[in-house]
């Protein structure tokens, strides 16, 4: 035990030991920088030169457009682009729909599959738009029967909210 406790003195010790850095011109031997330095302070400079280091260089990535040349992040513009293009190729989608009915239907006409005086532009493009099922909004019973407990429940609470009033008046 005591062994440990002399090797991690020793250790300690080490670490603030003053050392001096000396940088001399090699023709002349002249004395260019005179440092004096220990273990422990080189060690907390570096770590902290290293975690300005990483900061810096989050925050010129996270809040610059210098994100934008890392592969995976891609430019806002880059984004708006692509949902507007969405948008139109969407559209553009439901107006060659209509237009391959609208066609279609002529084909049929000119080919005397339907008679000419029941064909109607109008009736074909309302055809393709009421394809959607009808929703049934109705409540059902126990959404009847949760209404109406909720219902009893905020009258039971009025009386008695107007019966503490009036007690707090007398």
């Given at each position: ?100 009915l609208y066609i ?17 532009k109008d009736s ?47």
């Amino acid at each position: 035990m005591s062994n440990n406790r002399l090797k991690r003195k020793k250790f300690f010790d080490r670490l603030l030991i003053k050392n001096r850095l000396i940088i001399l011109n090699e023709d002349t031997f002249e004395e260019i920088f005179s440092f004096k330095l220990n273990i422990m302070s080189v060690f907390v400079s570096l770590s902290l030169g290293a975690i300005f280091l990483i900061s810096i260089t989050t925050v010129l990535i996270a809040f610059t457009p210098l994100r934008e040349f890392i592969p995976g992040y891609s430019s806002s513009k880059l984004k708006r682009d692509a949902t507007v293009l969405a948008l139109k190729s969407d559209s553009l989608s439901s107006a060659l729909k209509k237009n391959e009915l609208y066609i279609k239907s002529i084909q049929k006409v000119l080919n005397g599959d339907l008679e000419y005086a029941k064909f109607n532009k109008d009736s074909i493009l309302s055809s393709n738009d009421n394809t959607s099922e009808p929703v049934d909004l109705s409540p059902s019973t126990k959404e009847k029967e949760l209404r109406e407990r909720v219902n009893k429940e905020e009258k039971l609470d009025a009386k008695s909210q107007k019966g503490d009033s009036k007690k707090k008046a007398r």
